[in-house]
């Protein structure tokens, strides 16, 4: 079932819609109803991984900082000088 959703855009999403939609061989309407279900599975997913961090904080599955940091250093020390080679 298809449903119809009102919005307003200013002239510059207006123009920039519909020229992605005449890019894309589409309408403007197929092209925002694109972009509107990629966003919201966007979001789910990003919901999901909070909820599953929030659960593995939770649970005591953390990081220490500091050595989370001393790792990031340590690689990133290993690619400067990968690419100073």
């Given at each position: 079932?298809?449903?119809?959703l009102?919005?307003t855009i200013?002239?510059e999403?207006q123009q920039?819609l519909?020229?992605l939609?005449?890019?894309r061989?589409?309408?403007p309407?197929?092209?925002a109803?694109?972009?509107?279900a ?5 979001d789910a ?7 599953e ?5 939770k ?6 900082y500091r050595a989370f ?5 340590r690689?990133?020390a ?5 690419s100073?080679?």
């Open positions: 079932m298809a449903n119809q009102a919005i200013d002239d999403q920039r519909e020229a939609a005449a890019e061989h589409a309408t309407a197929d092209v109803a694109t972009a509107l990629e966003y919201l599975e966007d997913a990003f919901r999901r991984a909070v909820e961090g929030l659960a593995a904080a649970a005591g599955d953390v990081v220490d940091r001393d790792e990031m250093r690689r990133m290993i690619r400067e000088a990968e100073e080679t």
